[in-house]
């Protein structure tokens, strides 16, 4: 019905009022409480006026005038003149047919123009003195009244309250409720909507480049896992971000619709930007940091680093510190930005160095080609708990020590398994040579007593005594460590 209405008042081009969510606000809605606890309180028989709250600032409304009740005085009359004075003018007869007659306010004498009033810098509501045709009395009051609360796009909110209670503010506050909820609601489901499309098209991006990645380049089973590890933390890392920036404009696209106004908030918060720059510094420079760490893949969950502060295994690598555990369980958090320069001792490879010490009076070619056949056995058993990548390689005698000859070996292995590999190299060379009869010597010292003159040979003879105990005490000694 109301859109009947102002579909046949739309040709008189009528000025519209402001809508009435221009005048909305904190303060209306707290008003609209309020006269809805007054609704439920009123006394009964002082009926609610038409409007139900106080007069509102505004535009002014032009009178409606029904049928037969003009509210303008009759052409000619002097308002001014009082009541039953023979000296007031008395209208002027006419004479043809009645017609409007418009006249220049300028060619009158006796108007000035600075005197007539200003236009009003906001239109007015102006309606046609009667109901269109085929429209009752009480039709056309009724769709007056809602247009003076709620505009000519009054929302059925709006006028199913008012027409229910007559309250204006009351109207105004459901349907501002009624609008900014579900504008709300509906921004929120669109910001988790594509933050979830996001976080997926990353996370597939990244597995399909994963998969053609190692089906490229990589047969091995621990560079493949690496690889996924990197790219899961790159993963979390550029959708965490994501989210942020998504969230971060949702933020503002609510605070605009609640009214807020953003350039203040905007200036502020680019000030206080600046300022958390400056004193962010270092976390900044650690945000950097990981960032690098992770995309140039320098170690990762399961590596074992030299870190400089600290040495041990990463436990959790994110973009502001990394997390290791020492030999002895001690967690260490480490900033990114001071990790200068760091060891992997775990990527891709390892390779462990053992040195084996022989006796000076065994044959040392023998004793190396026992220790190849050793650690070639090892390498060859496919049920051996450490994985050898290479054969075995016999470096040959290292060094000349003290008491033994040093013969190295050098064996590649997976990463991580280095320490193990030795363990085991060293007890299977040990029981290899026992069986040979090579012996590894402990630490000895030959003492030699020369230059001692005929007549003190007793005393000569004391002092070599004393050397020989001396070495006894020496070998028996090392041969309890």
């Known amino acids: ?29 707290v008003a609209g409480l309020v006269a809805a606890l007054a609704t439920l309180l009123v006394v009964p028989g002082a009926g609610p006026s038409v409007s139900g709250a106080a007069p509102q600032p505004g535009p002014a409304v032009a009178t409606i005038a029904a049928p037969g009740q003009p509210d303008e005085e009759p052409p000619g009359t002097d308002p001014t003149a009082p009541v039953g004075d023979p000296d007031a003018d008395e209208p002027a007869p006419r004479t043809g047919p009645e017609e409007d007659i418009e006249t220049d306010p300028a060619d ?31 039709q056309f009051r009724r769709f007056v009244d809602v247009v003076q609360v709620c505009g000519f796009d009054a929302g059925w909110v709006c006028d199913s309250v ?76 550029i959708g965490g971000a994501a989210s942020v920036v998504i969230f971060l404009i949702t933020g503002l696209i609510v605070l605009g619709e609640i009214g807020i106004t953003l350039g203040p908030l905007l200036a502020g918060a680019g000030i ?17 940091a990981g960032i690098f760490v992770v995309f140039e893949d320098h170690y990762g969950v399961g590596d074992n680093i030299d870190a400089g502060r600290a ?19 001690t967690l260490w958090f ?18 462990a160095i053992i040195d084996f010490d022989i006796d000076y009076r065994a044959d040392h070619e023998r004793a190396g ?44 292995c997976a990463p991580a398994e280095q320490w193990s590999l030795a363990r085991m190299l060293r007890s299977e060379v040990k ?21 001692v003159p005929e007549g003190d040979a007793a005393e000569g003879a004391l002092l070599a005594a004393g050397a020989a105990g001396a070495v006894e005490t020496i070998e028996a000694d090392d041969s309890r460590r």
């Open 334 to 351: 480490i900033p990114n930005g001071i990790i200068e320069g760091v060891g992997n001792r775990t990527q891709l490879w390892a390779r």
């Open 162 to 237: 008012f027409a229910l209670t007559g309250n204006e503010a009351l109207a105004e506050t459901a349907q501002w409720v009624y609008d900014i909820p579900l504008r709300l609601a509906i921004i929120f489901l669109l910001a988790f909507g594509a933050n979830r499309l996001v976080r997926r098209g990353i996370a597939s991006y990244a597995a399909r480049a994963t998969a053609r990645s190692t089906a490229q380049r990589y047969d091995d089973p621990e560079l493949i896992r690496r690889d996924e590890l990197r790219v899961n933390t790159a993963t979390s890392a």
């Open 311 to 329: 040495s041990g295994t990463v436990e959790e690598v994110t973009l502001r510190i990394t997390k290791l555990r020492d030999i002895e369980g």
């Open 431 to 451: 029981k290899a040579l026992d069986a040979e009869g090579i012996e590894i010597p402990f630490p000895q010292h030959t003492v030699w007593v020369h230059g």
């Open 1 to 29: 019905m109301l859109g009947t209405l102002a579909t046949n008042l739309m040709p008189h081009q009528l000025p519209i009022a402001p809508p009435p969510s221009a005048r909305r606000g904190p303060s209306r809605i």
């Open 272 to 288: 206080g930007g600046v300022a958390l720059g400056f004193g962010a510094q270092n976390m900044v420079r650690d945000f950097l």
């Open 108 to 138: 009158d004498p006796e108007t000035d123009p600075a005197d007539e009033p200003d236009e009003p810098d906001t239109p007015t509501t102006v309606f046609p003195p009667g109901p269109p045709p085929g429209f009752t009395e009480e």
């Open 369 to 412: 080609e026992i220790i190849k056949a050793t650690a070639d056995r090892v390498w060859q058993d496919p049920e051996a708990p450490v994985r050898i990548l290479e054969e075995p390689a016999l470096w040959g005698v290292e060094s000349l020590g003290d008491s033994a000859v040093v013969i190295r070996i050098a064996v590649k």
